[in-house]
């Protein structure tokens, strides 16, 4: 067939029926907006791109950037306020996680399953506040940056106590810093138990030292490794093996005080043992470092953050996640500059980056293949369901390879099509895609009578009964015509033909499984 | 580009064609696998396995004293190591392989490894993946390569258990990734014909995603079926095993049920034990002996396919010579490969013993590479696969056989 594109769209928006087509074919949709929605949100929900389109981009991203400004979403505010571990400190969400017990005897079998519903408890809202912000913010900038930079100091949630503490480590150690400053979130991860437990560097101690017993007997280089890799100067950054002994040796006793003691009036349990530390005069990456406890740290992270070479391998990240898998060089060149000139101001640096020429390079829209996650999110929030009900998401993002929380290695998840893009990914996604577009994904089931009286926080995170939610919610399956004015009707003639001569019931899952739509 | 051929060499490429075709047709013509297919399973443990915890030089004095917390102790004693051939010993968690070993089918290669000194995890795992150590910018992974020079083309020739591809087997030629767990076997709704038919419209262009998506429909049908069937024979037999052994049983049965399978990879992470390694008993001890029910599992569900079948298992490096204070090991040099097979010379420790001494230690901590891994890879697929020289030279270009082992 031969038939011009704007033939098509009219015939497409006609096919579909309910919109009037001299409305919806008269304003093909400005690519400049669609491309500033999807690179710095997780895809356009109905009616944004109508509001970005009348607001202005300059104004879209000026707004992004300054998430404070924007009003939050009241349904998502009260969603999380249900959220009761949300706010937990780490100290507090140890202990409680910790089976009763008294005097010596060893604490009974419901103790024990009880201890482990907690835990298990405060990982599921962890993971629920992170995807209902995700799919819900308006504030979607900082939810694109928070998982950037989760990724980036990533910790396993599956490894000893920080299937209790990744959530408090996003919230305490990453959330407040995404746009702010590099050397003040490096300093936070630095400091939080879930990173210092992940990296073992609680145990890390100067041999022989006074503090030097037990489990803390001597150097462990895993952080000290990991923090120049992969925080800061990157694998080529130039460091050696005996850098990394240096930095693990500054690192001595910086770590956290025993659990069951008494914390700091900020309930942090942040401690350095000047007992365990390794006091001697040091020469780290060729600056001499005086030994003098604690403070030496604080001097090797102001080096590493200050490092013209870590200013690049941030703006290489931050380039690839923005714009390209393999971004060009003279973008990575600007974003380093403004890096260094800003002090590592993060906001500065996107500030520069979303008025690149790189970035508007129409040769870059609509060419990142999303990750699961974001692929999960934006069919989540095209269809513009109200999400009660996280559990089909995290499920997806396990059977495609990206459950939250559960990267095992430190490096994160990518963000590159080479990651993402497998045969057996294709089948799931379009089959999410079949499934959401359906209806029959119970994202919106609201789930009530659930509560166990004695456990009133377990109300919104209770295991999901499929039955139940079936019971409760009627099947809506999603409006194709509603659907291509959420995305623009920004397809191809290729995937508009071959919507317009599928069963109406699939449309929407076309549209959703679309070549357009599983790139942004 | 270019990758997956086979699609456009075929001629099934368009929606049209894959629909009338249909399962059977699609079986049918595919390659014409012979019963004696030579296999490759390669096992990857992510994180840097401690090797000198795995096959102990126990007659090393200098082992004992690196390790005064995490040493195995010396056969007969309690939680000893289990004697291999007088100088190196089995960690207890792996008894379940030491038939193997009697039986001549198991084999290790010590003070192995990449030549390259990385000790980031991240580079060392991509070198030996690409197969070019210290080199970045290889776009694929040998296995792939490897694919590309073995006949009979197909879509699940090389079989993944994970829900991505690794840099192994990433590169030109396509391949089947088989989900892990439970529900890897569900149904989905891409598996109805209506919806099917649909999607087939949708991607029937000749770019990345529709190739792709191709080839995810295909290798569904073709593993489907192999799939459904295996888990009507399962509910006759034992429970499945739980984790990596569930994964390997499955895997090895899919490669007895379809000889189109000819290269499998499995990876199993956990090992980077800085902290608590433990000795006999512990951390490692319980990987490894989930590790160890795994790989019976793959031999035992190979059944009469194992005469075929070479297996290997490596990883990116070894870890210090030297416990940490932490009872654990730091990010080290050369370590231990393990292969099996039914053709594998075994029951033998190959490779040359650099020693443990603090001078002939790698930059003074570390076990000393004696053997290039790609000497032990390339020896499997030249004796085993029957690659010759010029073959070989693409799957691990610029490089020279150092070490010829007699392991098959």
Known sequence: MNIKPKFFILSLFILLGGVNPSHAASKPVDPKVLHVINRLSFGPTPGELQRVESIGV?????EQLSPESIPESPTLTDQLSQLQTLNLNPVTLYRESQPIHLGNQKPTPEAMKAARERAHLIMQQAVQARLLRAAESHRQLQEMMVEFWYNHFNVYANKGPDRFWVGSY????????????????????????????????????????????????????????????????????????????????????????????????????????????????????????????????????????????????????????????????????????????????????????????????????????????????????ATGMPVNNTSPMSSMLQQLGMPLYSCLTPDGYKNTEDAWLNPDAMTRRLSFATAVASGRVPLSAVLKNQTKTDLPVMRSAMPVNQNQIRQQSRIQPVDASQLAMTLGNSFSNQTQSAIASSPPQLRAALMLGSPEFMRH | MHRRDFLLKGGIFTASALTAIGTHAYVARSANPRDDQKRLVVIFLRGAVDGLNIVVPYAENAYYQARPKIAIPQPGHQGGVLDLDGRFGLHPALAPLIPLWEQGTLAFVHAAGSPDPTRSHFDAQYYMESG?????????????????????????????????????????????????????????????????????????GKDVLSTTYYEGRMARQALKSDLDEEAKMANNGAPLPYGFARDAQRLAKLMVKDPRIQLGFMDLGGWDTHVNQGGSTGQLARNLQQLGNGLVSLVQGLGSVYQNTAVVVMSEFGRTVNENGNGGTDHGHGNVMWILGSKVRGGKIYGEWPGLSANQLYQNRDLAI???????????????????????????????????????
């Open chain 1, 58 to 62: 300059e104004r879209y991203i000026q």
């Open chain 1, 170 to 381: 996003e919230q305490e150690a990453i959330r407040p810093y995404v746009l702010g400053r590099f050397r003040d979130l490096l300093e936070a991860t630095a400091r939080h138990p879930a990173m210092m437990y992940y990296l073992d560097n609680w145990q890390n101690t100067a041999p022989g030292s006074p503090g030097a017993h037990g489990r803390y007997q001597g150097l462990n280089e895993n952080y000290a490794r990991e923090l120049m890799e992969l925080h800061t100067l990157g694998v080529d950054g130039g460091y050696t093996q005996q850098d990394v002994i240096t930095l693990a040796r500054i690192l001595t006793g910086w770590g956290y005080r025993p659990l069951n003691q008494p914390t700091g009036e900020d309930g942090s349990p942040f401690y350095f043992d000047p007992k365990r530390h390794d006091f001697s005069d040091k020469v780290f990456l060729g600056h001499t470092i005086k030994g003098s406890g604690a403070s030496e740290v604080e001097q090797a992270l102001d080096i590493l953050a200050r490092s013209p070479v870590t200013a690049h391998h941030i703006s290489y990240q931050l380039a690839q996640y923005f714009v390209s898998d393999h971004p060009p060089d003279s973008l990575v060149k600007l974003l380093q500059k403004r890096f260094i000139a800003s002090d590592g101001n993060i906001r500065e640096v996107l500030k520069t980056l979303f008025h690149s020429q790189e970035f508007w390079d129409s040769a870059n829209f609509n060419s990142k293949f999303k990750t699961p996650y974001q692929y999960v999110i934006s069919v989540v929030r």
């Open chain 2, 132 to 204: 070019t150590p210290g080199v970045k910018n290889t776009t694929d992974g040998w296995m792939n390569r490897l694919l590309s020079i073995l006949a009979g083309r197909t879509p699940i020739q090389a079989v993944t258990v994970g829900e991505t591809t690794p840099r192994i087997l990433s590169g030109k030629i396509s391949i089947a990734n088989l989900a892990s767990g439970r529900n890897a076997d569900k149904p989905l709704p891409l598996d109805r014909p209506q919806v099917a038919e649909a999607f087939d419209k949708l991607y029937s």
């Open chain 2, 370 to 408: 004696t053997t290039d891994f790609r000497d032990v890879i390339a020896t499997l697929l030249e004796r085993h696969i029957n690659l010759d020289a010029a073959k070989l030279n693409r799957i691990f270009p610029d490089y020279q056989l150092k070490n010829n082992l007699a392991l098959i």
